[in-house]
Each structure stands twice: as structure tokens, then as C-alpha cells.
């Protein structure tokens, strides 16, 4: 809290116009409410490549990581040699660090920016990143469920769809839980063959996601750039693009390990109810992989595992 202050108070003329903006993006326009958010937020340093983003966080939000990190890799090597990226839609969008790091040191040129979170504290924090990190970008955060039945309506056409969200099924039935909005929720729409193997195996939001850019990105023949472990296996990987109209290419990836604070379970349910594989690595350098049965033996056995992290471009 202490750093947030100081930080907040060498931008406090930046702070002031912001209310403005506050005001016509959400019904946050008092400062009380700011003062809450603020009072929740501590400055965070994100390195990237060359440069680095001081950004505020609050507790409960999605810390950057080598995820964050990887979209970021993946969207430079698509996009080389373009400075200005026109409109562009994150779905999942955080702390806001994606546009923080695409404006202030990867000098990207963004007419709009369109952020989308189902968590509210994410919506308000990002709204305060942006404001204070890139307070010429023109922007609109929007709180809202990309999965549910009530998504935002969009009027915007846009060149870009980003998103780095969730892709682990949650054991628990809650609707939602409000202190891990990283977690996919339960599948909550029509159960055809598909939409079972996407839920199974935490996709959903992830195709979601990709329906819901799809009429945005139309016009402009724009482009989706995802984050996608290949932690569901080759199988469940191909059903996701093929159940989509896009053409789809893999641009970037990495072997990370396994977080062992998430639980893969549910992803042995997965791996016996359809007769199938994910793929996990015993070692960062091996070429066949392992089940999720077989990486939970050994993460009994405190050894930790892996798998890929792809970067995929969809395009119109
Ligand atoms: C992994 S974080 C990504 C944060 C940031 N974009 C980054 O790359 O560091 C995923 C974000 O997706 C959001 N999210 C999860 N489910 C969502 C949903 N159904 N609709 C919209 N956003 C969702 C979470 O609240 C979270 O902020």
C-alpha cells in the first residue's frame, strides 16, 4: 500500500483526469470508490524483453507470468515490422498489464483498446493501469462473462482479439469462485459431444472466447492471438480448432512446468471418461509425453512436470 501511494502520488495530476474517463466507461466515478480500489493495490514491476512496466495489482488478480510473457513473444513475432495495431479486444484482460507492455515498451501504436473481465476488481484496476501507464490511449473496460448467456453486446469492429485466460476445469460446481477467477467455472451452456470435451478438459472458455471474435473481427478480417496448453492433448487441441471457423497456426511455444498449486484431477477424469491422453512432459527436454494420471504420480513424488504453452494465431 505504501509503494501504491507514493507511486499515485507522483501521477496525481494524471489521477485527476482520470475521473473523467472513469466516468464514461463504468459507474466508478466517485472518488470513494477509487480511493477503495487504490486501497487494495501495491506497485508491481513486470520485466519484459528490453523494458519494464510498473503496474498497480490487487490481491486475487492473475500475477503476469511466463504466460503473459509468451502472448506477448507470440504477438512481436506475428506482427513484425507493424508499428500500429488499430483496434484491438482483450478478453481476460487482468491488471491490464497486455496493454502496458504492448504501448510502453513494445511502442505499439493502439487506436482503441477494448478490455474485457469477469472480475470487477480486475475491470478497476486496469481501468487505473491504463489511466496512469498510457493515459493518451483511448479505451473501454467492460465487466462482464464471455461464457455466460448475458455477454456484451459489442458494437465495434476490432483487428485484434488477445486473450490469456483460463484453461483448467474446476472440481467444484459453485458457479463461480471469487477468489480464483483463473479457474474455468463449470460449462454452463448446450451439452452436445463437443461441448463436453471442451468442458472436460478446460476449453470452453477458450472456444468461447473464439466465438465471441469472431462478428468483431469480420469485418476488418481480423485475428485472434490465444494462449493454449498443450496440456489437453493433440486430440482435444484439434477438436477445439476444427469446431471453429478460423484458420488456425501455432506462432510460438514453451515448455513451462506444471503449477503445483492447480489441481490437474480433474483432468484424469477426463483422460478415462473419453478414452484418451493429455500430454505432459516427465522432463522439459522429452519428446513423448506423459498422462495426467502418470505427471500426478509424479508430482506425488515432489518431482515437478511440464508441458507446452502454444501461442496460436486464428485468423479470418
Ligand atoms: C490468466 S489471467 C490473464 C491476465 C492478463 N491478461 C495477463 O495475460 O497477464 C485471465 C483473466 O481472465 C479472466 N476471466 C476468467 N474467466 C472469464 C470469463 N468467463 N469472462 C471474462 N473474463 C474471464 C480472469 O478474471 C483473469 O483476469
Redo the contacts with the bound molecule.
Keep these: 500500500m505504501f509503494y501504491a501511494e507514493v507511486y499515485l502520488s507522483a501521477r496525481i495530476g494524471d489521477l485527476i483526469s482520470m475521473d473523467e474517463k472513469f466516468a464514461t466507461t463504468k459507474p466508478m466515478n466517485s472518488s470513494k470508490c477509487l480511493a477503495e480500489t487504490l486501497s487494495l493495490c501495491d506497485v508491481h514491476l513486470f520485466r519484459f524483453k528490453e523494458g519494464e512496466v510498473r503496474f498497480l495489482m490487487a490481491p486475487n488478480?492473475?500475477l503476469?507470468d511466463e504466460?503473459?510473457e509468451a502472448?506477448l513473444i507470440g504477438l512481436a513475432g506475428h506482427y513484425t515490422g507493424r508499428s500500429t495495431l488499430g483496434t484491438v479486444m482483450?478478453?481476460?484482460?487482468?491488471s491490464g498489464?497486455?496493454p502496458l507492455c504492448l504501448v510502453n515498451v513494445m511502442r505499439y501504436s493502439v487506436d482503441r483498446y477494448i478490455g474485457?473481465?469477469?472480475?470487477p476488481v480486475?475491470c478497476e484496476v486496469s481501468r487505473l493501469n491504463l489511466s496512469l501507464g498510457c493515459p493518451r490511449l483511448s479505451y473501454r473496460i467492460l465487466s462482464?462473462?464471455?461464457?455466460a448467456n448475458n455477454r456484451p453486446a459489442l458494437a465495434e469492429d476490432v483487428d485484434l482479439v488477445l486473450a490469456?485466460?483460463?484453461q483448467m476445469p474446476m472440481v467444484s460446481n459453485d458457479y463461480i469462485d471469487r477468489n480464483n477467477?483463473?479457474l474455468a467455472k463449470p460449462y454452463q451452456g448446450e451439452e452436445g459431444e463437443v461441448d463436453i470435451l471442451l468442458r472436460d478438459f478446460g476449453l470452453e472458455?477458450i472456444y468461447n472466447v473464439l466465438e465471441f471474435s469472431v462478428p468483431p473481427l469480420r469485418e476488418r478480417a481480423g485475428a485472434v492471438i490465444f494462449t493454449l496448453s498443450g496440456r489437453c492433448g493433440a486430440e482435444q487441441m484439434h477438436t477445439l480448432v476444427s469446431s471453429i471457423e478460423l484458420r488456425v497456426r501455432i506462432v510460438h511455444t514453451i515448455r513451462v512446468r506444471q503449477d503445483v498449486t492447480m489441481n490437474i484431477e480433474p483432468l484424469i477424469s477426463a483422460e478415462k471418461a473419453h478414452k484418451t491422453r493429455c500430454e505432459f512432459f516427465a522432463n522439459p527436454e522429452d519428446f513423448d509425453g506423459i498422462s495426467a494420471a502418470e505427471a500426478i504420480e509424479q508430482m506425488r513424488r515432489g518431482e515437478p512436470v511440464y508441458h507446452d504453452l502454444h501461442v496460436v494465431l486464428a485468423e479470418i
Design positions: 488478480l492473475f503476469p504466460w503473459t502472448l482483450e478478453i481476460g484482460i487482468g498489464i497486455v474485457i473481465d469477469i472480475n480486475a462482464a462473462d464471455i461464457l490469456n485466460v483460463p477467477y483463473y472458455l
